[in-house]
């Protein structure tokens, strides 16, 4: 979601929107004879496979354990060391002698990537204020998202040019007050440079590839990345077809994207972002057709991010319903990306709040809930603040901070 800047509500976002297993063997490792990572069952549950051997140094010295090297003698689950959504092997998608510290097992599975990236603690994070961090931030939150300064039309407004000030800041802040850092976002069909239209489709691939590996040098350490936004029909980027276009999967162009970012930030984990997926059945088929099509033409996609800004009159039962589905059809988990509930009255508004957000906590299939602002006046949604900025807060933020223990 995005603040209703004047020269961007043309791209805004219609509806209430913003802004799977795999066997897991991963062939020889690269310095031993045999690299077999385990058979790991995968799933929603997600075991991690029989400890396999990995070859004599193939990921390190070829054994499991919880770095994901060779076979798995974990259970992964979607945010295990072992694997995500419990891949075998411990490597990413089944990438066999190589987890996160072993140096290359031969590729296998379905992306063909190292090791899977480590999801951070379940979390209750929030975004930057009117593109400032408040002094009290830390107080409350654990996670922090930019909500405009890391899309790619505020840091590469002209073509070449990278302006990193506002993103150093938040990632100093991040790594200052020991939180998770997310990226949003890579790709979307808003908020781009305005020059991106205008090139040739090999000019057009080139800047996008560009822009994802600057941003991973630059901060290697990121733990989320939105690495597409409100895929098409919600907003529909103008370089898709330089990307590979709908291809032999229907999603090219997404398998393209998601490749390099796991290629430039192979410790990240990768999400795709949408509104109305935990609302509507016709999103949420849609976002499972994605995510499942993308997965096995190779995308290494991690989770899906549920923004979650239509929920006011939603009940948790049906929000989970939708929630635990995405996940059992995909074998990813799912963020709550970008939660804010825009209702005046004081006790509906954390009654709702109480009810939806318990939910979101007790489930295991959610990873973590990124709040879409909290100061009022400073929300994307009118109603959705829940603190004055003297720092007088609303019954639900009061109920929050109590519920979490802050």
């Known amino acids: 979601m995005w603040i209703a800047l004047a020269t961007l509500l043309s791209g805004a976002c219609a509806g209430s929107g913003e802004d799977g297993a795999v066997t897991g063997t991963g062939g020889s490792s690269s310095g031993g004879s045999t690299g ?26 070829g054994s499991g ?56 603690k379940k ?10 961090i408040p002094s009290n931030y830390n107080m409350y939150w654990d996670q922090i998202t ?42 979307w ?19 996008v590839e560009d822009w994802i590996k600057q941003f991973c040098n630059r901060y290697p350490d990121t733990q989320m990345i939105d690495v597409l936004n409100e895929p098409p029909p919600h907003t529909t980027p103008p370089y898709m077809a330089a990307l590979g276009g709908a291809g032999a999967s229907g999603y090219d162009w997404v398998v393209t994207i998601f490749k390099w970012a796991r290629q430039y930030c192979p410790n990240s984990v990768l999400i795709v972002n949408d509104y109305n997926i935990i609302e509507l059945s016709g999103d949420n088929n849609h976002m499972i057709d994605l995510v499942t099509k993308a997965r096995a033409a190779g995308a290494p996609i991690d989770a899906i991010g549920a923004q979650a800004h239509g929920l006011t009159n939603a009940s948790a039962s049906t929000t989970q319903m939708y929630i635990d589905k995405l996940v059992s059809a995909t074998g990813v988990p799912v963020f709550i990306s970008e939660f804010d509930l825009n209702i005046a009255d004081d006790n509906q508004q954390k009654n709702q709040f109480q009810s939806l957000f318990t939910m979101f906590w007790n489930d295991p299939n959610v990873k973590g809930v990124t709040v879409w602002g909290y100061i009022e006046g400073q929300t994307w949604e009118t109603n959705s603040g829940l603190m004055s900025s003297s720092g007088t807060m609303r019954p639900a933020m009061t109920w929050l901070m109590q519920f979490l223990g802050r």
């Not at 689950?77 to 066999?96: E, P, T």
């Not at 890391?150 to 938040?170: F, H, P, Q």
């Not at 440079?193 to 057009?204: N, R, V, Y």
């Open 65 to 120: 354990g919880v770095t994901g090297m060779g076979g798995a003698s974990t259970t992964g689950g979607h945010g295990g060391l072992a694997g995500n959504s419990g891949r075998g092997g411990g490597g990413h998608s089944g990438s066999g002698g190589s987890g996160l510290a072993g140096s290359s097992g031969a590729t296998g599975g379905s992306t063909g990537g190292g090791g899977a990236p480590v999801f951070p």
């Open 189 to 207: 069909g808003s908020q781009q440079p305005g020059w991106i239209g205008g090139l040739s489709q090999a000019d057009q691939k080139a800047a």
């Open 36 to 61: 077999t990572g385990g058979t790991g069952t995968g799933g929603t549950v997600g075991t991690g496979g029989t400890v396999g051997t990995g070859g004599a140094t193939g990921g390190q010295t």
């Open 146 to 187: 930019p909500e405009n300064e890391g899309k790619w039309g505020s840091v590469e407004g002209t073509r070449g040019s990278y302006n990193w000030t506002a993103l150093d800041r938040i990632h100093t802040y991040a790594q200052q007050n020991h939180i998770a850092f997310k990226q949003h976002n890579f790709v």
């Open 123 to 132: 979390f209750c994070g929030n975004i930057t204020q009117r593109g400032q």
